[in-house]
């Protein structure tokens, strides 16, 4: 069976529900599965990709401790929507990912080119 | 058509349980196939038999399994998101001394490549919940 295009889409800021942690979890899993995989920030979910998060208090993981691992898992097709950046005031240098910045448009185009888009 | 369902809200606590349901059984009933039910975060609690709700409302769990084992389909709660959650299999129960279980028949404790492989082996993967 041929390998399909699965982009898991994050939509969510890191610490108020467990789906960023669980998104991750997913990709991790499906990185096993020899499928073309790629993963995309959308709106506040940008703020996942934040270095430095201090997540001590909450007593939690901290994503920018475990986002790294992504590309150790052949996990390397990292877009983050550039509008959701500029919006909360954020650059490149502020993410702890070497992540492709998308315009709208090229997001659309993109999704639209998958077989399976998994959203969390 | 093959669908598979990935169901991350919790019965009651959003519509997207609900929605699932409705979206599963008009499937079948339109003459499409479900290759798998994923249970994955909140979404684990639809696999509890033993919710009790109250008698003029909907029984939504209950209306899964009767789903479920009426139409034999391959239901799947990922057992990550379901531990931390306290659903859990006798077996599991077992592993990690606990006194009770209580996922319903029907239902089975997998990981997470059940969802990737649920995605490769539908036509479609439809997602309830946020």
């Not at chain 1, 909360?88 to 502020?94: C, I, K, P, V, W």
């Not at chain 1, 090229?106 to 969390?120: G, P, R």
């Not at chain 2, 499409?32 to 009790?52: E, K």
């Not at chain 2, 089975?108 to 995605?119: F, N």
């Amino acid at each position: 069976m041929n390998p399909k295009k699965i982009m898991v889409i994050n939509t969510h800021a890191p610490y108020g529900k467990a789906t960023a942690r669980e998104s991750l979890d997913a990709v991790l899993a499906a990185s096993a599965y020899d499928q073309d995989l790629s993963l995309l920030f959308l709106g506040d979910a940008v703020f996942q990709l934040l270095q430095q998060q201090d997540t001590a208090a909450l007593e939690a993981k901290s994503l920018s401790t475990a986002l790294p691992v992504l590309p150790l898992y052949d996990v390397t097709a990292i877009y983050a929507q550039q509008s959701a950046l500029d919006a909360r005031g954020l650059t490149r240098a502020d993410l702890v990912l070497d992540v492709e910045c998308l315009e709208n448009h090229q997001i659309t185009a993109l999704m639209d080119s998958q077989d399976i888009l998994l959203s969390f | 058509m093959i669908f598979s369902l990935a169901v991350y809200g919790a019965p009651y606590s959003s519509q997207a349980s609900d929605s699932a349901y409705r979206f599963a059984a008009a499937a079948l009933a339109g003459g499409h196939s479900i290759y798998r039910l994923f249970f994955y975060a909140d979404g684990v609690h639809n696999a509890t038999r033993l919710a009790a709700p109250p008698q003029d409302e909907l029984d939504l769990p209950q209306r899964w399994r009767t789903l479920i084992q009426a139409h034999k389909i391959d239901s799947v709660v990922c057992i990550a998101a379901a531990l931390r959650r306290g659903i859990i299999n006798r077996e599991e129960a077992e592993r990690y001394e606990r006194d009770a279980d209580n996922l319903a028949p029907g239902f089975e404790i997998s990981g997470l490549g059940q969802l990737v492989d649920a995605a490769v082996h539908s036509d479609r993967l439809v997602t309830f919940g946020d």
